[in-house]
């Protein structure tokens, strides 16, 4: 059986694992803490003290762009788990009614996020390019494997059948897609997971990697493809964040001696 040491040390099956993260409440609850992310080295090259209190106390909170982000990519990408999602008739989510229902059915959504959320799905679905990019494909597939050393996970949005991994994004701006894309660090995302998702039969390189946008605003489809130096780049920010962790992240290291030293 294929094994994989995970960061509590401890050597674990890779299959199980896998049927395991298929199973959100699995992959961003107790396997956060045991393999690292795109997601959770971005927190790491932020401060490492992020990582670490967000890592070990934060809970499950969300901001509307990221409640509005899930939406979308269950629409598009689980849409038996859409079809199943609540939709409350209600002016904000701090009225009596949005609580009593989070109550009953735990995850709730307003219907003007309902309405939002349909306008950008129907855009998509209705451009070519992207609803090609949408076929041949598999949706939300876990992969976990060593990377630099180190345990990582990661769900592809889009994973062709042929080879290949294109990423799902909702964005405000999509003709400088690209100043968000180093922002928001998505040059380590498509590192991680170009190493996660190859084979030896289909190794990936940045041709392989491509980000579907839509903008939030005028509904303006993006297609953005990586090059060989946007990913590099992705590859020296994951080494950096790695030796963070083995720094930062031990035993013997008390967090709150952290400090940010210079000369000015």
């Known amino acids: ?70 939406l979308f990519h269950t629409a598009i990408l ?53 609803v090609s990019l949408l076929g041949d494909s598999q949706f939300e597939v876990p992969a976990i494997g060593m990377v630099e050393g180190k345990a990582f996970r990661g769900k592809a949005d889009i994973l062709k059948n042929k080879g290949g991994i294109v990423d799902l994004k909702t964005t405000v701006d999509v003709k400088n897609f690209e100043k968000s894309a180093f922002r928001y660090k998505y040059h380590l995302q498509a590192a991680i997971y170009l190493d996660l998702f190859s084979t030896p039969e289909k190794p990936l390189t940045h041709e392989d990697f491509t980000f579907l946008c839509i903008d939030k605003a005028n509904l303006d489809i993006g297609v953005w493809t990586c090059s060989e130096e946007f990913v590099e780049y992705g590859r020296r920010e994951l080494k950096k964040g790695i030796e963070m962790y083995d720094t930062y992240i031990r035993p013997d290291f008390d967090i709150n001696d952290y400090t940010i030293q210079g000369t000015l």
């Open 1 to 70: 059986m294929s094994k994989i040491q995970l960061l509590d040390g401890q050597q674990y099956d890779k299959q199980e694992l896998l049927l395991k993260m298929v199973d959100d409440s699995f992959y961003y609850g107790e396997l956060n803490k045991l393999a690292l992310s795109s997601s959770s080295l971005k927190l790491m090259l932020d401060s490492p003290k992020t990582y670490y209190y967000v890592t070990k106390y934060a809970k499950n909170e969300t901001t509307p762009a990221l409640r509005a982000g899930h």
């Open 78 to 130: 689980e849409p038996e788990k859409y079809e199943k999602i609540k939709f409350i008739d209600v002016q904000s989510r701090n009225t009596k009614k949005f609580k009593e229902a989070v109550l009953e059915y735990g995850e709730v959504f307003t219907a003007k996020e309902q309405s939002e959320n349909e306008r950008l799905v129907d855009a998509l679905l209705k451009n070519p390019k992207a």
